[in-house]
């Protein structure tokens, strides 16, 4: 789960990749892990609740990764008119750290 690196609140990817939204070319970071792995890692989030400001790098890579991998499996997740995030993105990721673990108990 994301944390604010200062507060320690938790964060919705929802609304992180909503910051993110304002990114002109975010549509075609989506095409490039690499890339949006890089564009997230400088881009600078606000906190929600305490209001700092912090690199997303702080957040860590392994998130970002698989969440650009559900942004890329769920098409029309993003509203990019209304610039919002529709996909339940903190969930999923909650289920699939789960659906991670399982299988690693199950192959012991
Ligand atoms: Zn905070």
Redesign the pocket.
């Known amino acids: 789960m994301a944390r604010?690196?200062?507060?320690?609140?938790a964060l919705k990817w929802e609304d992180l990749i909503e910051q993110m939204l304002s990114l002109e070319n975010f549509r075609e970071l989506l095409g490039d892990k690499q890339e949006f792995l890089k564009a997230f890692s400088e881009f600078v989030f606000k906190?929600?609740?305490?209001?700092?400001e912090f690199y997303g790098k702080a957040l860590g890579e392994k998130e970002p990764g698989v969440v650009f991998e559900l942004l890329n499996d769920f098409e029309g997740g993003i509203d990019y008119e209304r610039r919002r995030v529709k996909l339940k993105l903190t969930n999923l990721l909650a289920l699939n750290t789960m659906l991670e673990e399982w299988d690693r108990r199950t192959r012991k």
Do not use: K, S
Not at 4 to 9: F, L, M, R, S, V
């Open positions: 604010c690196p200062i507060c320690g609140e906190c929600p609740r305490c209001g700092e």
